[in-house]
């Protein structure tokens, strides 16, 4: 099993695009963690030597923080009970994690994460990144979807 890639290919990008870059990065890694179980060390081992700014079937990857992408990814999955904490008590009446689609699970993990782990991060620019990252997998209805609960869970954890 791959990470899915986003719709559209990504050319390179300038510093300022770097932790864009790592978060759609760390999306990605985690979806691979959830789907595949890669153990951490060998996951971001690979994201450093082989996807971060690597060129894969013709697609140019971003370069990306790198130890951003880092925090990401260990502060998520350190903190995954949590999140999914708060996430499903933002979702609405009769759903469930387990009903969300992978990517768009981790998403939500990633942007949940950045606003009770990244008080350097303002609200609104975690909830903006990450419903870009979901515009690059899926339709405008579900980067709205995003919007709504990162920014309900943002209410509910920084006031």
Request: charged content about 30%; overall charge negative; aromatic content about 8%.
């Amino acid at each position: 099993m791959t990470t899915p890639t986003p719709k559209g290919s990504k050319s390179p990008t300038p510093k300022s695009q770097a932790r864009p870059a790592a978060r759609l990065a760390a999306v990605q890694a985690l979806y691979q963690f959830d789907m595949e179980g890669t153990r951490l060390v060998a996951l971001l081992d690979e994201f450093h030597r082989h996807r971060l700014g690597a060129e894969i079937e013709g697609l140019q990857f971003a370069e990306a923080e790198v130890a951003f992408f880092d925090d990401l990814v260990k502060g998520t999955l350190a903190r995954r009970d949590e999140i999914d904490a708060l996430l499903s008590g933002k979702l609405a009446e009769g759903w469930r994690l387990e009903r969300l689609d992978k990517t768009m699970l981790q998403i939500l993990r990633c942007g949940v994460y950045e606003i009770i782990g990244r008080a350097d991060v303002p609200t609104g620019t975690a909830i903006s990144e990450y419903v870009d990252v979901a515009h690059a997998f899926f339709e405008p209805r579900e980067a709205k979807f995003v919007n709504g609960v990162l920014d309900a869970v943002a209410k509910a954890t920084r006031g």
